[in-house]
C-alpha cells in the first residue's frame, strides 16, 4: 500500500456540523454551569495554542480533547461560582474551593464535548502540560482547535483531535465503496492532480504505481462535492473524495469521470 500521512478535508457542510455540536455542547455547559448573565463565548479558531495549563480527556483511538487556560481562569470562574471574587476569596481564605470549582466545572465541559460530538463518554480527565501536538495544525490534519473567550483576557483552548473530529462528522450513505485500481489509468508511474469543482489543487497521494492488484484504498468520510482525479498528462480518471481512514489519508471512488 502507498505510505501517506493523516488527511482529512472537510466539507462546508461539515463544518458547520461540526461547530453545531461544538457550539452545542458550549451552550449546555454554560446552561449547567454558569450564571444566567454570562456572556456567550466568542469562538475564532486558533494554529499556535498556548496555554499554562491542559485538560486532557481521552476516550480511546485517539480520540481526544485538550483544554488549555490559564490559572487565573480557572480561579475567575471558580470564585464566580463560589459568589466570590478572586480577591474577595483569597482574602476569605478559600482560594482552595474556588479552584477545585473552576477546575470541576472545566472537567465537566471536556466530558460535554465528547457526548456531544461523538456521543461517547471519555476517561476520567486528567491535567497536565501537553499541549496539541504540532501536527494538529498542518493543513488537511483534521483537528479542530479553537480559542474561546469568556470574558476578555481569559481566553480557552479548545483543540479536538483528527480522530474525534471525524467520529463527529455527520454519517453518510455514500455509494459502495470501489478499488482505486479498478480505474487502470490510476497505476501509472505519474503525478496525480486532484481537480475541485471550484479550482485545482495538488495533493500528494504517493506514486500510485506502488498499488498492488487488489490493494484498496477507501474513504468513511465524503466531502459536499466530489473531486476529478485526473494525470497529470490525461483526462479525468474518476470522481473521488478524500479524507482519512484510520491513520491513513484516503480516497475513495464515487463514480465515473
Not at 455540536?21 to 499556535?48: H, K, M, Y
Not at 483543540?159 to 473530529?165: K, M, N, Q, R
Not at 495538488?202 to 487488489?214: F, N, P, R
Request: proline fraction near 8%; charged fraction near 20%; glycine fraction near 10%.
Amino acid at each position: 500500500m502507498v505510505e501517506v500521512r493523516p488527511y482529512l478535508v472537510l466539507g462546508a457542510s461539515d463544518q458547520r456540523f461540526l461547530l453545531e455540536r461544538i457550539d452545542a455542547a458550549l451552550a449546555a455547559w454554560r446552561e449547567d454551569w454558569l450564571p444566567g448573565n454570562t456572556p456567550e463565548f466568542r469562538r475564532e479558531p486558533v494554529s499556535q495554542p498556548q496555554a499554562e495549563r491542559w485538560l486532557a480527556a481521552d476516550a480511546g483511538e485517539r480520540r481526544r480533547v485538550l483544554l488549555g487556560c490559564s490559572s487565573g481562569w480557572i480561579a475567575e470562574v471558580g470564585a464566580l461560582l463560589t459568589a466570590q471574587t478572586p480577591n474577595a476569596a483569597a482574602a476569605a481564605g478559600v482560594p482552595e474551593l474556588a479552584a477545585q470549582v473552576g477546575e470541576a466545572v472545566l472537567k465537566g465541559l471536556a466530558v460535554g464535548i465528547f457526548r456531544y460530538c461523538s456521543g461517547t463518554a471519555p476517561a476520567k480527565p486528567q491535567w497536565g502540560e501537553e499541549a496539541p501536538p504540532e501536527t494538529w495544525a498542518r493543513p488537511g490534519a483534521g483537528a479542530a482547535i479553537y480559542r474561546c473567550e469568556l470574558s476578555p483576557g481569559l481566553p480557552l483552548i479548545l483543540a479536538l483531535s483528527p480522530e474525534l473530529v471525524a467520529a463527529s462528522l455527520r454519517k453518510t450513505q455514500g455509494a459502495a465503496r470501489e478499488p482505486l485500481v479498478a480505474a487502470w489509468r490510476a497505476i501509472e508511474p505519474c503525478a496525480v492532480i486532484v481537480e475541485a469543482v471550484v479550482g485545482e489543487a495538488e495533493v500528494e497521494l504517493g506514486e500510485l504505481s506502488q498499488l498492488a492488484a487488489g490493494d484498496v484504498i477507501v474513504l468513511d468520510r465524503r466531502l459536499d462535492d466530489p473531486l476529478l482525479l485526473r494525470l497529470d498528462i490525461g483526462d479525468p480518471v474518476g470522481q473521488i473524495h478524500l479524507g482519512t481512514a484510520g491513520e491513513k489519508k484516503a480516497v475513495q471512488v464515487v463514480g465515473p469521470a
